[in-house]
């Protein structure tokens, strides 16, 4: 049996969406929708109220995409 570990990226305004924050599900080995976002959002807050509850807050890593917020795990 084995676990599915789901990460959410939060990125920030984008040039794919330059007004809105888009949070990404990924598993450990590729993106699970690659095509469609899993929460489109005006605000961050709003963006972040999508991602499931209990998970924990990764903060962005330098080396990380600039649009890159943050990260639940």
Partial sequence: MSTEIVLYTVYGPSREFPRHYVVRRWRLDK???D???FIIAPTL???RA???PGLARIPREELD???VLESWI
Avoid: R
């Fill in 65 to 67: 995409d600039p649009a």
């Fill in 31 to 33: 993106l699970i929708d």
């Fill in 45 to 47: 807050e709003e963006a």
């Fill in 50 to 52: 999508g991602i499931p």
């Fill in 35 to 37: 095509k469609y976002p």
